[in-house]
T-cell receptor, first 119, second 114 residues
Framework: GAVVSQHPSRVICKSGTSVKIECRSLDFQATTMFWYRQFPKQSLMLMATSNEGSKATYEQGVEKDKFLINHASLTLSTLTVTSAHPEDSSFYIC???????????????FGPGTRLLVL | GENVEQHPSTLSVQEGDSAVIKCTYSDSASNYFPWYKQELGKGPQLIIDIRSNVGEKKDQRIAVTLNKTAKHFSLHITETQPEDSAVYFCAASKGENTGNQFYFGTGTSLTVIP
């Protein structure tokens, strides 16, 4: 149980194009989803938190107009990197929390990640 | 805000030996502490977690201990195997119903030498 998928697993695009990454919770409903960015040999950097049906909350320094997040359903969140540039090349990982009646101590389950390379 | 420190950054052990990774946190309100294993090119996988009302938790070869007073928690892996080689991250969370943000440590690269 608690499986999170991401698509695509790897994408190469030209500078200036937009790329959409999907994050799905396969066997549970995710009240909250998170998007992280990870550089080689570094820890996970939280980009934004999204709750189904509401606007995402972005971390300081993350451009909301560049990294568009949509959490349209309890099982799907998307991250769109708009007008991508080489410096956006990174490993993007989503996570999802199932939530429970108490709404506390919600474990995050991570997707397999998406490797983005912008040429 | 919360600050999580993790040590060591790299760790090499002989197969069969034990490995210990330590984390400290700064916010006494944190009450949930998961550990993740990340293999190269993959997303982190939850391997064990502990909540603040428990001092120790064990799952086969993996155990986690928590010292709330000192604000530190540790991951213990016994009888290490080559497949344990990976990067391990600790995290701390307040477990609030506000998005439950995790604060991650900087990671420990564990190498188990056959």
């Amino acid at each position: 149980g608690a499986v999170v998928s991401q698509h695509p697993s790897r994408v190469i695009c030209k500078s200036g194009t937009s790329v959409k990454i999907e994050c799905r919770s396969l066997d549970f409903q995710a009240t909250t989803m998170f998007w992280y960015r990870q550089f080689p040999k570094q820890s996970l950097m939280l980009m934004a938190t999204s709750n189904e049906g509401s606007k995402a909350t972005y971390e300081q320094g993350v451009e909301k107009d560049k990294f568009l997040i949509n959490h349209a359903s309890l099982t799907l969140s998307t991250l769109t990197v708009t007008s991508a540039h080489p410096e956006d090349s990174s490993f993007y990982i989503c996570s999802a929390t199932p939530g429970d009646l108490a709404g506390i101590w919600e474990t995050q389950y991570f997707g397999p990640g998406t490797r983005l390379l912008v040429l | 805000g919360e600050n999580v420190e993790q040590h060591p950054s790299t760790l090499s052990v002989q197969e069969g030996d034990s490995a210990v990774i330590k984390c400290t946190y700064s916010d006494s309100a944190s009450n949930y502490f998961p550990w993740y294993k990340q293999e190269l090119g993959k997303g982190p996988q939850l391997i064990i977690d502990i909540r603040s009302n428990v001092g120790e938790k064990k799952d086969q070869r993996i155990a986690v201990t928590l010292n709330k007073t000192a604000k530190h928690f540790s991951l213990h892996i016994t009888e290490t195997q080559p497949e344990d080689s990976a990067v391990y991250f600790c995290a701390a969370s307040k477990g609030e119903n506000t998005g439950n943000q995790f604060y991650f440590g900087t990671g420990t690269s564990l190498t188990v030498i056959p």
